[in-house]
């Protein structure tokens, strides 16, 4: 159980003993240091609705409250504050556990099995710096969910279907006869623009895409070949970015639009069966009243085109079922774009009218804002086009690599390659996962780059001045006892124990940047703790201590970067 799980179980019960029994408690941690470690907010909610003095009922609260091992102290503080300060036995012992246990000492919940959909790139192109957002913050939520126990099932829904592969197949046979292929397909942008502008300028390159495309879904096997090859070409340049950022996405995870096709049919079949669809002029649709318009009339959440053409939206609906028959989800997340909010919330409500996804099952869309360039706009390159993604992540190594010399030009040129791969890119990446996943943010290399403040370098930094510390102490007994009496080392072992509970508000909420947030508060934390308690120039039992929860200290943090999918290093 989280520490504020635990203490908000007590004080409830506490209320429950005291006539309340349906009071929320309103356990938080304490706003100031004098306040104690958690305060119980919940008694002047509880008064008022019973018209009883505050006071007099916080008193009977904390009469009834058993926190007996675990607080040295509750007081009770203006109109009914509870305040609660933790024994540094408790503390100790906690962090001590933690310090044993390889998830550090937190407690697994029940296990579900949580699809993720992320990254989910059209493939008709190179991946660009919009897919970057999906393809990291999906990747920390699996980390996370996959830490706590949960059984995580990545899914890549990458766009490999529709008519846009009917241009590029038919663009494929063109430059093969011509024996360019191999060249061409190396750059995927210029590829797609080459087709597209055979497509524009030929009447005949265009009707052959046309042809292309009916060919492709019905399956003959001369363009679905091609397909194949254009795809295999395309997912490998994928991979060589998952691989670049360190995400944990795998060929094996790629479940694309086209794996559903054979499926669509059959989804709109049952649509119709139940009698949820209906002809609108020509097209299939189901109409959703919860998304009626100022005039009252209904949505139309369309599944079949007129020409009988399937859409995304058919592939979405095909996708739950497979995810929830299939893959047995208890929870579906979509790690999305903002804009495509709407697409989820119709098809999610079409799914709960149509039985495809049981009320048990939860289906989320995580939404997040858009990146922009230092012009407060969408991130482009300096003429306006979009950013290869991997370039991007080259750049990031490059700006890194030269932070690196400067800081440390004696290191051999392997090493500085190291450094400089984990800084560039975990910079690139915490830059994302440390703002609040909804808003906008702006992409800027010196802010990312920076040793100072919330950035991943800072954090990476005060990692490794940790591991110094061990370098420069020597043997020690890593089985010594914790021992906690100064204030900065109570602090400190609060803010560790509370690791379960921001993983479990992660997990719950899926915004990583809460973790971010916590783990650069903990840096801080030690650098107030390393100043005022020596620890290599105590002696005994105290310094012995003080190593153990640097030591736990540091096992925090590399864990944590490890959640957010960021390397630490021992040394930079
Ligand atoms: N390929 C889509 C795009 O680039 C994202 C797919 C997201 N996943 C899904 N199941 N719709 O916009």
Redesign the pocket.
């Known amino acids: 159980m989280t520490i504020s799980q635990l203490i908000n179980e007590r004080v409830q019960a506490a209320l429950a003993a005291a006539g309340v029994p349906d009071a929320p408690a309103v356990v938080q941690p304490a706003s100031k240091p004098e306040f104690g470690d958690y305060q119980a907010n919940g008694v002047m909610g509880a008064a008022k609705a019973l018209k009883t003095n505050p006071r007099e009922l916080a008193q009977k609260v904390v009469a009834a409250l058993d926190l007996a091992g675990i607080a040295e102290k509750v007081e009770i503080a203006g109109p009914g504050f509870i305040n609660i300060h933790l024994a540094p036995e408790y503390l100790a012992r906690r962090s001590e556990a933690a310090l044993k246990d390889e998830r550090l000492g937190i407690t697994l919940p029940e296990s579900k099995t949580v699809v993720i959909?992320y990254s989910?790139?059209?493939l008709a192109k190179e991946m660009h710096v919009?897919?970057l957002r999906?393809t990291i913050i999906g990747d920390a939520l699996a980390r996370v969910l996959g830490f706590l126990g949960h059984k995580v099932i990545r899914q890549n829904?990458?766009?490999d279907w529709g008519t846009q592969f009917g241009m590029l197949t038919a663009y494929l046979v063109e430059t093969s006869q011509a024996g360019n292929a191999a060249l061409e397909l190396n750059d995927l942008e210029t590829f797609y623009r080459n087709a597209k502008v055979r497509f524009d300028e030929s009447e005949e390159f265009a009707d052959r895409a046309r042809e292309y495309v009916v060919r492709l879904q019905g399956g003959d096997e001369e363009v679905l070949k091609l397909w194949r090859q254009f795809v295999d070409v395309s997912l490998s340049h994928c991979q060589g970015v998952y691989d670049k950022l360190g995400v944990m996405l795998s060929p094996g995870d790629v479940m694309g639009?086209s794996a559903y096709n054979d499926d669509l049919a059959n989804v709109v079949g049952e649509l119709s069966e139940m009698g949820i669809v209906t002809d609108s002029e020509g097209a299939k649709v189901v109409f959703l009243p919860e998304f009626a318009d100022q005039d009252g009339n209904p949505a139309a959440y369309i599944v079949q085109k007129k020409d009988g053409g399937f859409l995304?939206s058919t592939?979405?609906l095909g996708?739950v079922r497979y995810r929830v028959r299939q893959l047995h989800a208890d929870r579906v997340i979509?790690v999305?774009?903002a804009r495509?909010s709407l697409?989820f919330q119709q098809m999610f409500a079409t799914c709960r009218k149509a039985g495809f996804a049981p009320a048990n099952v939860v289906l989320e869309h995580i939404a997040f804002g858009t990146m922009m360039g230092d012009d407060g706009k969408p991130f482009k390159t300096r003429s306006g086009g979009t950013v290869k993604l991997i370039e991007l992540l080259d750049e990031a190594e490059e700006r890194a690599y030269k932070l690196v010399g400067e800081k440390n030009p004696e290191l051999s040129d392997d090493e500085k390659r190291k450094i400089a791969h984990a800084v560039g890119i975990g910079a690139v990446k915490y830059a994302d996962l440390s703002k609040s996943r909804m808003s906008d943010y702006i992409f800027n290399w010196e802010n990312m780059l920076s040793f100072e403040g919330n950035t991943a370098p800072y954090l990476q930094y005060a990692y490794t001045r940790v591991q110094s510390v061990f370098r420069k102490a020597g043997e020690y007994d890593a089985n010594a006892a914790i021992v906690i009496g100064e204030a900065a080392e109570k602090q400190l072992a609060v803010q560790l124990a509370q690791f379960e509970d921001v993983l479990a508000t992660v997990a719950d909420g899926c915004y990583p940047h809460h973790l971010s947030q916590y783990l650069y508060s903990l840096a801080q934390q030690f650098s107030r703790f390393y100043e005022a308690c020596p620890i290599l120039k105590a002696e005994g039992e105290t310094r012995a201590s003080r190593l153990q929860l640097a030591a736990l200290t540091a096992k925090t943090l590399k864990t944590g970067m490890g959640l957010l999918g960021i390397a630490v290093l021992d040394a930079m």
């Open positions: 959909d989910s790139p059209n919009g897919h999906s829904h990458v766009g639009e995304y592939t979405d996708a979509y999305v774009d495509q697409h």
